[in-house]
């Protein structure tokens, strides 16, 4: 019962969210990479940097424990390329997994119809997994999974660049919307 | 594009700077109440394997990827089942409230014009294998795992942008 409730809310909120930042769009998700509206970026960067803050303030709050949390093992050829698919996909198909549910709500055919071949290619992925297997764990870097333990130095200093970088995304950002056609507006044609 | 049945105009989205905070907070909430974060494709690949189920039992079981899933006969039984109908749900009630709800083809002026649901089905595929090689997409493993500031997360993050930005050039507007 306790998950049922924590999943339906964290992801109504989560679904809610994409939405009004504009995410069901693929007009404007795509727009990112055409750089001419850079939303995508800046909220991705300033959530993720507000949250990393945040975990780091509770961490030292005692509030959460880091080695409860789940960090991704470092396979990053693995990551790697599966982040070259996904922005592929995300570039030709418009939407990335999380995005086209929200495309599909919004009553967009072409979300439903990203979300079938979402599932097709999990389909041609695991039908032939015996002989890409290796691929899942490519790249593996041993010696730490997060970039503090990789780079030893503090989560504070790691922190404190992604709140400089995410404010460089903002400017930058700005700029390069002024010098085109400017973010896609949820009236556009 | 079609005129919608909604008379009123849809509202204007929210300012990144805003979307971000709130998506921010939702995100640390998660972390702080499962130790994990937020994600998607845990649940396609989970229908994934519960449709195999009923359409192919014996090659699903005997799947090597999928098996493991239905070896208990309910591999939708998890959190991120729940939270992925919640962004459905979460989305569907913002778009409503928002005037935006329209039923079309959208995305035909940048992604293929009349070849726009082939490019949806391209994509998908293309995201869909990619998001298990990797073993997350962009929210799962770029979203949840920057903010853990782990390798796996920024690296997905750095080659989705690089690979999308290069790609999107090839993808011809149409006049």
Redesign the interface.
Known sequence: ME??I?????????????????F?????L?A????SD??V????????????V??MI?ERLG??ASE?????????G??????????????????????????????????A???????????????I??S??A??TLGE?AK?????E?LHVS?FS?NVVMVFAAVGV?LLGSWMEKKSSG?V???S? | ?SESSNTQ??????N??V???????????????????????GF??R??AW??MHIVPVATNA????GGMVEDGKPLS??????????????????YF?H????????R???GGSK??V?????????????????????G????????????????????????????RF?KEEK
């Open positions: 998950i049922i924590s999943g339906l809310l964290l992801g109504g909120a989560f679904g809610f969210v994409l939405e009004r930042a504009g069901g769009n693929p007009n404007k795509t990112q990479f055409r750089l850079w939303s970026f800046k909220v991705m960067f300033t959530a993720i940097v507000f949250a990393a945040g975990l509770f509030i959460v409860e949390l789940f960090v991704p093992p470092a396979f990053l693995a990551a790697a390329l599966g982040g070259a698919l996904v922005g592929a996909g995300f570039a030709v198909g418009g939407y990335c997994p999380g995005t086209s549910v929200v495309g599909m709500m919004s009553g967009r055919i072409d979300a119809i990203f979300l079938v071949g979402l599932l097709l290619g999990t389909v041609i992925f695991a039908g997994y015996p890409i297997e691929l899942t870097f730490a999974d997060a970039l503090p990789a989560s790691v903002f973010p507006s949820s009236n044609k | 594009m105009l849809p509202q204007s989205y929210w990144p700077l979307a971000g905070l709130i998506l921010g907070m939702v995100l640390l909430v998660t972390f702080v109440t499962t130790g994990h974060g937020l994600g998607a494709t396609t690949t229908f994934t449709m195999g799947n090597d990827y999928l998890a959190w991120i089942t729940w939270q992925v109908l919640g962004v459905a749900l979460g989305a569907l009630a913002s778009a928002a935006r709800i329209q039923f079309q083809m959208d995305g002026k940048f992604l726009r649901p490019t949806a089905m391209l994509g998908g595929v293309l995201a869909g294998f990619g998001a298990r090689i990797a073993a997350g997409c962009t929210s493993l770029g979203l949840s795992g920057g903010a853990v500031l782990s390798l796996a997360g920024f690296t997905f993050l750095c080659t989705f942008f690089a690979v999308g930005l290069l790609v999107s993808m």
